[in-house]
């Protein structure tokens, strides 16, 4: 795996400890020259914020390459998608076990994700400070 993650693209908007950087996002086969003609190639627009002190010596529409790191990623994905993952499946087994009743099980298994995004999304502040992006 790669020990750096790069997208190009183009500053959006500049504040005093931020800048906000547009990139296109694309699947492996969109540079595919029938990429034009598949379903499968996609590409999408994100608004990247990256904090830094020096955000006055960058411009509007200036073409950068915003990188993070391979650990920056894996974190996130643990976070977004691992962890509420193993949450789900074990409220769905445990409440199985209890009530033995299948759709209760899997509605308190959905319902018990409420709670811990909730608290991923009190903790932003604090998870910012660990997934940070920086401009080459």
């Given at each position: ?12 908007r ?61 974190r ?44 991923l ?16």
């Open positions: 795996m790669s020990t750096k993650i790069s997208h190009s693209g183009v500053i959006e500049i504040e005093k400890d931020k800048v906000q950087v547009r990139i296109v996002q694309t699947s492996a086969c969109a540079a595919c020259k029938v990429a034009g003609y598949c379903n499968a190639s996609e590409s999408k627009e994100k608004l990247i914020d990256v904090f830094c002190a020096n955000s006055a010596a960058y411009e509007l529409g200036q073409h950068v390459v915003v990188n993070a790191s391979g650990s920056v990623a894996a996130a994905l643990l976070w977004g998608f691992g962890l509420p993952f193993i949450f789900l499946i074990a409220v769905l087994i445990v409440v199985l076990l209890l009530t033995s009743n299948e759709g209760l099980a899997a509605l308190c298994a959905l319902a018990a994700l409420i709670p811990y995004y909730f608290v999304w009190l903790m932003r502040d604090q998870m910012r400070q660990q997934l940070n992006f920086w401009i080459e």
